[in-house]
């Protein structure tokens, strides 16, 4: 495997498992899944501002 440094670009394939209202959730890349969580997720607390969100 090659070693990266911080900051590098690298193109890889990446296969979307999972999508909600449009937008991808849960991925899998070189055949490891990864959980996306995006900015404007609330953690099940609807009601909380999440990172002075409005």
Not at 13 to 30: D, M, Q, S
């Amino acid at each position: 495997m090659i070693e990266r440094k911080a900051g590098e670009t690298m193109t890889k394939v990446i296969k979307i498992l999972k999508a909600r209202n449009g937008l991808p959730t849960k991925i899998l890349v070189e055949g490891e899944e990864y959980a996306l969580v995006h900015k404007n997720y609330i953690n099940g607390n609807k009601g909380k501002v999440k990172d002075g969100q409005k």
